[in-house]
């Protein structure tokens, strides 16, 4: 399943946010279409956004816009995700921008597939994974990290079930990973984002793995609710781990030092359609969540299993 595509010059993206009642797909004809694309999470998940935002560039070039200006542009349209700034300062050193997007394409096609090569070495016969938001084909061009390390682990032949939160305030656990696991038949349940501690604290868990946003010194980045994730794991013995790949590491920056981003309240106040408090109401929505270094086992790369920074 491939979430973008280069077709006939123009880039193709699954709208995300249709699943998982509509598999349906749009168009990008110029680079201002990624930027809207990526700000409404049309496309979503670090290594997806950074694919797509090459592809902008391919197509402000196509455009006849100077390149340094529609990096400006892109690189604002989401400020958390690293893989958006690596592959947008990349474009911008080649002397071809199509080729370097396609080159990234491919790569990140394989990096999957080693990520869940080395990650499906963690996963015993039997066990039990949460996974938090979505981290699979759908954040990716294909396969997926987190969901990557799921899927190559079942591939061989281990029995295994997987776990999904909902992931609110968007749902792309209950929405994205859900619909995904279904699709592979890999054996899936939904919890409530609330219930993560409690089924630790049962021993109904046996790891835990998740993507990132960004990994840095002190940390790593991901959906917000992962931190709680972590706390629980830890508190309750579970091993905690990262699938990323080496495009999400950010080495000379601290972690703390990382812009969060603040989402629509809206996003919060609503349910689908449906208001879920008071009109007015106030709302605090950062995207995503510091996890310190700390409460995680191991970082899962395309190169093998590190520990964190």
Request: hydrophobic fraction near 40%; include cysteine; aromatic fraction near 6%.
């Amino acid at each position: 399943m491939k979430t973008l595509e280069w077709e006939n010059n123009k880039l193709k993206l699954i709208d995300q946010t249709k699943l998982p009642d509509e598999l349906t797909y749009v168009y990008c004809n110029t680079y201002q279409d990624v930027i809207q694309a990526i700000k409404n999470m049309t496309v979503r998940g670090a290594p997806a956004i950074g694919v797509a935002a090459a592809f902008g560039m391919v197509l402000a070039d196509k455009e006849g816009v100077d390149l340094e200006i529609a990096a400006k542009e892109i690189k604002a349209s989401r400020p958390t995700a690293i893989n958006l700034f690596w592959a947008v300062n990349r474009v911008l050193k080649s002397d071809n921008p199509l080729t370097e997007a396609i080159q990234m394409y491919n790569e990140d096609i394989e990096t999957n597939l080693n990520i869940g090569k080395y990650g499906s070495e963690i996963i015993d016969d039997g066990d039990t994974i949460l996974t938090h938001c979505n981290a699979g084909a759908l954040a990716c061009v294909d396969y997926g990290t987190a969901l990557g390390v799921i899927r190559s682990a079942h591939n061989q032949g281990k029995k295994i079930d997987v776990i999904c939160d909902e992931t609110r305030p968007r749902g792309q656990g209950a929405r994205l990973s859900v619909w995904e696991m279904q699709e592979e038949n890999i054996p899936v349940k939904l919890i409530p984002d609330v219930a993560s501690g409690y089924l630790m604290s049962q021993k109904m868990i046996d790891k835990v793995v998740i993507g990132a946003d960004r990994i840095a010194n002190g940390g790593v980045i991901n959906k917000i609710g992962s931190l709680m994730v972590a706390l629980a794991a830890k508190r309750f013995n579970v091993p905690f781990y990262v699938a990323a790949p080496l495009s999400t590491f950010d080495k000379e920056a601290n972690i703390f030092d990382t812009t969060i981003e603040e989402r629509d309240g809206d996003e919060v106040r609503y349910y689908g359609k449906c208001r879920i408090c008071p009109k007015g109401t106030e709302v605090i929505n950062p995207a995503f969540d510091i996890i310190p270094s700390d409460l995680i086992t191991g970082i899962i790369t395309e190169e093998g299993i590190i520990k964190p920074l």
